[in-house]
């Protein structure tokens, strides 16, 4: 089965600028999820969505954070504008039911 | 609140040998599960093996196993035969019921000499 795509792989944009970020998880995979992980640290998740609902979204700042999954599929998460914190990798995860998550390779986003 | 800690930042062990990776976890509620990733250094998280909180028996995948001693609120994983390979950062992490979010631990780096 294909796996959690990602795009793009790297990004670099200069602060205050915009960004958005792409996720189509596995093929019936209801769960899906943002995580961002800052170099050194365990991803922190942004947001969880169960098909096209918000279970989680209580560390995502929703000043400069959005994210939506239009019809349970795919998924964007876009930041507008960018600080330089937000130097990261943006990962994204889908899982069945109670199962394991599935990551995406990751978008590497550099602020400049 | 739920809390993963891994105390080890760094660890070496010797190719072809054992190697156990610490975890300890904080939650009030019965139900759970445990989950162990790992992350070459090339970015990309891999799922190694899961434990619920009622499952009886330790879980084993390949040359990963978990020791899970629910008491101690423990979930170290132990890698057998190290290889080249293995090394990479391991996370620890665990989810309360099945639509709750999954956190995660620090991590440990783990590096295979030869």
């Known amino acids: 089965e294909a796996g959690v795509a990602q795009s793009p792989r790297y990004k670099i944009i200069e602060k205050r600028q915009s960004v958005a970020f792409w996720c189509n998880p596995i093929?019936?995979?209801?769960?899906l999820y943002w995580y961002q992980q800052i170099l050194g640290q365990g991803p922190k998740l942004l947001i969880q969505?169960?098909?096209?609902?918000?279970?989680?979204d209580s560390q995502l700042p929703k000043d400069r954070f959005s994210a939506e999954r239009l019809k349970g599929v795919d998924s964007t998460l876009k930041i507008q504008p960018a600080k330089l914190e937000d130097s990261a990798v943006y990962l994204c995860?889908?899982?069945?039911?109670?199962?394991?998550?599935?990551f995406g390779d990751g978008t590497r986003l550099s602020i400049l | 609140a739920q809390k993963i800690t891994q105390t080890q930042p760094g660890m070496f062990v010797q190719e072809k040998e054992a190697v156990t990776l610490d975890c300890t976890y904080d939650?009030?509620?019965?139900?759970?599960?445990l989950f162990w990733y790992k992350q070459p250094s090339s970015g990309e998280m891999i799922f190694l093996i899961y434990q619920g909180s009622y499952d009886e028996q330790n879980a084993t995948e390949g040359r990963y196993s978990l020791n899970f001693q629910k008491a101690r609120k423990s979930a170290n994983l132990v890698i057998s035969a190290s290889q080249l390979g293995d090394s990479a950062m391991y996370f620890c992490a665990m989810r309360k019921t099945s639509y709750d979010k999954v956190i995660f631990g620090p991590g440990t780096s783990l590096s295979v000499i030869p």
């Open positions: 939650t009030s509620d019965q139900s759970y599960g």
């Open positions: 093929s019936g995979h209801a769960t």
């Open positions: 995860a889908s899982s069945l039911f109670a199962g394991p998550q599935h």
């Open positions: 969505f169960q098909n096209n609902g918000v279970v989680d």
